[in-house]
Each structure stands twice: as C-alpha cells, then as structure tokens.
C-alpha cells in the first residue's frame, strides 16, 4: 500500500515491520556498521580499501520473530562478517567469485540479544550448489585412534563456516559413486561443529566392526 502525503498516528503503537522494505547500497564501510530495527530490509555494502569490516544486526530481544534483512557484499576487495548482537559470527560474505550471494538473515529466536537467526543463500537454482561446503574424508587417519570402542571425525564450524544451524548429509564412497549413509551417531553440536561416529573393530566381540568408512559431507 503506498501512502501519498504525510501520514499521523492518532494513537500510540508499535511497528513490527519496516515501512521501508526497500534496498538501500551503504557508502564504504570503514567500521562497524550496526543494522537499526527499522533499516532498510536489504543492505548492499562495501568495504574496499578500508579491509574487512562487520556488520551487526539488531539485538534480537527487541525485535519480533520473523524480522529479516538481506545483506549482499557489492566490493570487490574485502569481505564482511555479519554477526549477531552478542558478536558471533553468521554468515562471512566475500566480495568476488562464486559464492558471492546476498544472505537473508530470518530470527526464529528472541529469547536474547544474540537471539538465533536462520540463514539464507538468495541465488539462481542452477548455481545452488556453488554455496555448499563439501568436505572429504578417507577410511583411516581422517578418523584418528579409536576411543572407548568408538572412531570419532569432526569437522568445525570454523571450516565449514556455515553457521551454528547447517543442513547437512553424509555420503559414503562406493567405487566411483557416492552413497548416502547412516551412522552410529551424527551429532550436530551447538557451534555448529560436526561429530561423526562409528565403531571400531573389537577382537573380544566378533559384532563389533570396524565400520570406518570413505566419503564426504555437505553442508549447506
């Protein structure tokens, strides 16, 4: 709905949603920029010549679930860390190449000033595969020394940088295709570390295998 003139509240209330859900391109960044509950709902920003910067979206207990922004690197020099109001990092967006998409940032959780954000990569179908992490591993030292009657492989968040909430499915080399799989556990930690496990081989229990494996991971 478009409204011509000026427009008075006769009442007072409070506005869940921006008036300005348009795109706004923010001059250079040379510091920290901090997103206002009301800012434009997609921000295009830069930071070239002025290194790496952040931006740093709303304290999540002040805004309604559901709140959400777009924020696309437009340089072509540095990248930009999006973070949440208690300084963890989202969503690292580089300037140039494949995975340089706009991320949609949606709040599911306002329980606190860093609050808990889903993250989007806003891109074409047919390049939806560029913004996934692939991460090898091999059958033997990718699983380390078994412990406790258990082989254990984790990849961190720091690696994978897809946040604290990725999609993720585990697939196992067979000849020359890839299989998906199920394991003994699969657990995603509360980081966004990611904790594989199988058995190992146990010469006292014959049912007890060693059940290490080759294959990959993904993770969007």
């Known amino acids: 709905m478009d409204i011509k003139g000026d427009l008075k509240l006769k009442r ?33 920003v830069a930071t070239d010549g002025n290194g790496a910067q952040d931006v740093i979206l709303p304290d999540a207990s002040t805004l309604p679930l559901g709140y959400k922004i777009v924020v696309h690197n437009v340089g072509s020099v540095d990248n930009i860390s999006v973070k949440d109001n208690g300084g963890g990092l989202l969503k690292l967006l580089i300037p140039a190449g494949v995975d340089n998409y706009a991320y949609e940032f949606v709040l599911y959780n306002n329980g606190s000033p860093a609050g808990g954000w889903y993250v989007w990569a806003l ?22 020394a078994a412990a406790l009657g258990y082989y254990s492989h984790a990849l961190l968040e ?40 199988v058995t190992a081989g146990d010469a ?14 993904i993770l969007i």
């Open 158 to 197: 720091s690696v994978h940088t897809r946040g604290p909430n990725p999609i993720f499915q585990i697939f196992e080399t067979v000849g020359s295709d890839f299989v998906s799989v199920a394991l003994d556990q699969a657990k995603m930690n509360a980081s966004g570390d990611v904790t594989l496990r």
């Open 12 to 44: 007072t209330g409070l506005a869940e949603r921006r008036f300005d859900q348009g795109l706004i391109t923010l001059p250079v960044l040379a510091a920290a920029y901090n997103v206002l509950r009301h800012s434009h709902a997609w921000l295009e």
């Open 123 to 144: 891109d074409d179908f047919d390049t939806q595969v560029a913004s996934r992490y692939v991460h090898p591993f091999n059958a033997t030292s990718d699983w380390g």
């Open 204 to 217: 006292e229990d014959a049912a007890d295998i060693d059940a290490r494996f080759a294959g990959k991971m």
